[in-house]
């Protein structure tokens, strides 16, 4: 997100997501970890709309669809960018005990 808000502020942006666009996978992790403003979310809208049935993107989050809407801070932007990541998708939903506490639980024992 901030190399996209430096791109914009420089006046590269459409560099930017051109070069986001032609790699033959993405990798987005954590996304909502950090807080995401309204210029965020408009940038990422722009990235996951110049990948569309481009490239591959792997993204994770701790948060459901239906709280995109307050990831992004915009029901909208968040619909708008579920719509294009789901299309030709495969999801997978993972539940369960973190597999990086595992071992410091059994430790712990």
Not at 13 to 19: F, H, P, R, S
Not at 42 to 68: A, M, P, V
């Amino acid at each position: 997100m901030e190399e996209l808000i430096l791109s914009k502020k420089s006046g590269c942006i459409t560099q930017k997501l051109l070069y986001y666009s032609r790699l033959d996978i993405l990798i987005l992790d954590e996304l909502g970890y950090m807080p995401i403003s309204k210029e965020q979310a408009d940038l990422f809208f722009q990235l996951i709309s110049s990948r569309y049935e481009k490239g591959s993107i792997i993204l994770t989050s701790n948060y459901n669809f239906d709280e995109w809407g307050k990831v992004f801070d915009d029901d909208v932007v968040a619909s708008a960018i579920i719509d294009r990541l789901v299309h030709h998708s495969k999801i997978f939903f993972i539940n369960g005990s973190s597999y990086r506490l595992k071992d410091k639980l059994k430790n712990a024992g």
